[in-house]
Nanobody, 123 residues
């Protein structure tokens, strides 16, 4: 089992930056592929970014590529999502997720989820 707790969400103006964090506890954090998903009101949860256990491989949704950066610090059991050039359409609840599988973009591949943190981008 691994427990995930997100933090760092908030309100930011379009064009601004925000970093959200996800602290993990429980089983060895370094074993897991970590990802960020988001869900806007009335929409399905969508993949944002993922990072392999070593941090050496990352993958991004086309909608955030070049603007968002996912990283992890295994010594701190924490994964980060740095979000730059934010747009109003980035507004959503952002969820941290973990899986023992390789990087995947579908939510059903991830067995562990945080409670989410709200990110709101004003125009």
């Amino acid at each position: 089992q691994v427990q995930l707790v997100e933090s760092g969400g908030g309100l930011v103006q379009a064009g601004g930056s925000l970093r959200v964090s996800c602290a993990a506890s429980g089983r060895t954090f370094g074993w897991y592929t970590m990802a960020w998903f988001r869900q806007a009101p009335g929409k399905e949860r969508e993949f944002v970014a993922a990072v392999a256990w070593s941090g050496g491989s990352t993958y991004y949704a086309d909608s955030v590529k070049g603007r968002f950066t996912i990283s992890r610090d295994n010594a701190k059991n924490t994964v980060y999502l740095q979000m730059n050039s934010l747009k109003p359409e980035d507004t959503a609840v952002y969820y941290c997720a973990a899986t023992e599988l390789p990087i995947a973009t579908t939510a059903n591949k991830y067995g562990y989820w945080g409670q989410g943190t709200q990110v709101t981008v004003s125009s």
